[in-house]
T-cell receptor, first 112, second 111 residues
Framework: EDKVVQSPLSLVVHEGDTVTLNCSYE??????LLWYKQEKKAPTFLFML????IEKKSGRLSSILDKKELFSILNITATQTGDSAVYLC????????????FGTGTLLAVQP | NAGVTQTPKFRVLKTGQSMTLLCAQD?????MYWYRQDPGMGLRLIHY???????AKGEVPDGYNVSRLKKQNFLLGLESAAPSQTSVYFC??????????FGSGTRLTVV
């Protein structure tokens, strides 16, 4: 059975801390791994990773994929209260169907 | 450019009632999806469509029907609502080979 597992389930940090969120997967017909940020409403796109070992970076956020070990990490440096959200990991799989399978998410709370 | 628009945003139904959730996208995307999100379960795929006139079952299709008569619209129907269908429903669309654009969600409560 295809699955995406995220850890930790929840995390509380203080502003300025660095956090690492983990995502492991077992998905047939893997195509890409995506990270989303969800604050109350719709998930918003952060990164899409297709190749191993190539870091994607956007401001204080970065992510990397390891296709041999089947995992990805999302790093957030110098956290701010605005980073508080649920971070979702998803794997794009399948041929023509372009489906996403999601992990359960990591709830990050950044305290002032 | 509105992206993906879902209506309604909130709804309360009584057990056994029916309703239709509407999803509209203005990005000319081929692929459209309906997910439900429950606490501790992540987003789970209900039904999806790879183009106008096509639909297919996802992971949790029971109790739902869908239609894609026009490329820009994807409708999700509940024929006889049950309390187990209380959830937040997200519609999404995609060009293919890429991530999704999500709507803002519909919070449905079945009492």
């Amino acid at each position: 059975e295809d699955k995406v597992v995220q850890s930790p389930l929840s995390l509380v940090v203080h502003e300025g801390d660095t956090v690492t969120l983990n995502c492991s997967y077992e998905v047939t017909n893997f195509r890409s791994l995506l990270w989303y940020k969800q604050e109350k409403k719709a998930p918003t796109f952060l990164f899409m990773l297709t190749s191993s070992g190539i870091e994607k970076k956007s401001g204080r956020l970065s992510s990397i994929l390891d296709k041999k070990e089947l995992f990805s990490i999302l790093n957030i440096t110098a956290t701010q209260t605005g980073d508080s959200a649920v971070y979702l990991c998803a794997v794009l799989y399948g041929g023509a169907t372009n489906k996403l399978i999601f992990g359960t998410g990591t709830l990050l709370a950044v305290q002032p | 450019n509105a992206g993906v628009t879902q209506t309604p945003k909130f709804r309360v139904l009584k057990t056994g009632q029916s309703m239709t959730l509407l999803c509209a996208q203005d990005m000319n995307h081929e692929y459209m999806y309906w997910y439900r999100q429950d606490p501790g379960m992540g987003l789970r795929l209900i039904h999806y469509s790879v183009g106008e006139g096509t639909t297919a079952k996802g992971e949790v299709p029971d109790g739902y029907n869908v239609s894609r008569l026009k490329k820009q619209n994807f409708l999700l129907g509940l024929e006889s609502a049950a309390p187990s269908q209380t959830s937040v429903y997200f519609c999404a669309s995609s060009l293919g080979q890429s991530g999704y654009t999500f709507g803002s969600g519909t919070r449905l409560t079945v009492v």
